[in-house]
């Protein structure tokens, strides 16, 4: 496999990083913060990225597209997540919302839904896990029945990101065929947030604002043009969404950042008159997170590869996430040991070491293993895919 970059990659890395450098403004430290001006930039970030043809660069031209190649596409993820993800909450219309409806939409709701995606108008959140149902996501409870006008849906979802942005639109799981074996009976709506018997509520959690909200659905009426795929056959296009989500963070470049100022901070002589770097168990540290990030950056590539190859890498997405989620976290705990309690310091104490970027690092990334399928579910997807026994 060759993991090299054309010369086109390489000179659309270079522009998107001084378009990057002139337009990320000072305070931009990502989407979970306490900051009204977050959403509103992200959206302005988005419109200017597909100005240019970058916000969509790898879809199709008849879908608002660049047709670029699957390399480009991941020059953008990893320009993106080592800025903290300036797109904000679209970076899911981008990676598998779009690429799902394409897949499995119809030529209207193609129509429809994907040229505001392409052109940075409209955030989606996703209602899959629900408080009794979130690894086993098969035992949902959310129930749609169908009725002459479409489907009426009644329940609750959880841990639903962006939702309070406010979302425009919902990707929801919901159980159309209760007397059919669970993972029959499920079927994907594409659900307008704005409609009646929707109320959405945010869960405060140490991870900051705006991370997860509880979703209620009171009677919700969605038309039958809103059914994405065959009814009943939800659960195949949200195993297909859910490998599109695993390789579309590329979270290994968030960490690398990261690392990079962590190894130029260790090089400068700290207020004893001695660099961190000179200290072994330092030096150690930052280079086992260096190994990890080109581990992780070497699994996503696998993956990626065979995308552009046509190939749908379950297993391989997985083995590529699990490294992903834990570098990210790893970042942010090496970084903590590296400065000491300097490192709990926030942005908004003068005496901050880095912005407080390793502080949020570290608390912005504990639900990291839980996001797009717990490490768990990674590692019995692995299993499966060596043909090992089912857990008892």
């Not at 991370?211 to 809103?226: A, K, L, M, S, T």
């Amino acid at each position: 496999m060759n993991f090299a970059f054309d010369e086109q990659a390489r000179r659309l890395r270079d522009e998107l990083r001084g378009l990057l450098a002139e337009k990320v403004p000072d305070w931009w430290r990502g989407m979970f913060v306490d900051d009204v001006r977050a959403i509103p930039f992200t959206r302005e970030m988005c419109a200017l990225l597909a100005q240019h043809g970058w916000l969509t660069v790898a879809w199709p031209r008849e879908y608002g597209g660049s047709g670029a190649d699957v390399w480009q596409q991941t020059v953008v993820r990893e320009e993106m997540w080592a800025h903290d993800e300036p797109r904000g909450p679209q970076y899911m219309n981008l990676n598998y919302i779009g690429p799902l409806i394409m897949r499995f939409g119809t030529p209207d709701q193609q129509g429809r839904f994907l040229p505001p995606m392409a052109s940075g108008d409209v955030i989606w959140c996703q209602g899959f896990s629900e408080p009794d149902a979130g690894s086993d996501l098969a035992s949902l409870r959310t129930r749609a029945v169908a009725t002459d006008d479409g489907f009426v849906v009644s329940g609750q979802k959880i841990w639903t990101s962006y939702a309070d942005a406010p979302a425009d639109w919902c990707l929801l799981l919901a159980r159309t065929e209760p007397d059919r074996p669970r993972h029959e009976g499920i079927s994907v709506l594409l659900v307008d947030m704005a409609t009646p018997g929707i109320t959405v509520r945010p869960i405060d959690t140490m991870a900051g604002p705006h991370e997860f909200c509880e979703v209620f659905f009171d009677d919700v009426e969605v038309p039958p043009d809103c059914l994405l795929g065959p009814r009943g056959g939800g659960w195949e296009v949200i195993r297909t969404g859910l490998t599109f989500e695993r390789v579309g963070i590329a979270r290994y470049a968030r960490a690398t950042a990261i690392l990079e100022r962590l190894v130029e901070l260790a090089r400068q002589p700290g207020v004893d008159g001695r660099r961190p770097a000179d200290d072994p168990a330092v030096r150690q540290q930052l280079a086992d997170l260096r190994a990890r990030c080109e581990a992780a950056r070497l699994l996503s590539y696998r993956v990626v590869s065979m995308q552009a190859a046509g190939a749908v890498p379950t297993v391989e997405a997985s083995i590529a996430r699990l490294h992903n989620t834990d570098v990210e976290q790893l970042a942010g705990h090496i970084g903590l040991e590296v400065l000491g309690p300097a490192g709990l310091l926030t942005h908004d104490d003068p005496n901050a070491v880095l912005g407080g970027i390793v502080w949020r690092q570290w608390v912005r990334n504990i639900p990291t293993t839980v996001a797009a399928g717990t490490t768990e579910i990674q590692k019995n997807i692995v299993a499966r895919g060596l043909g090992l026994p089912p857990p008892r």
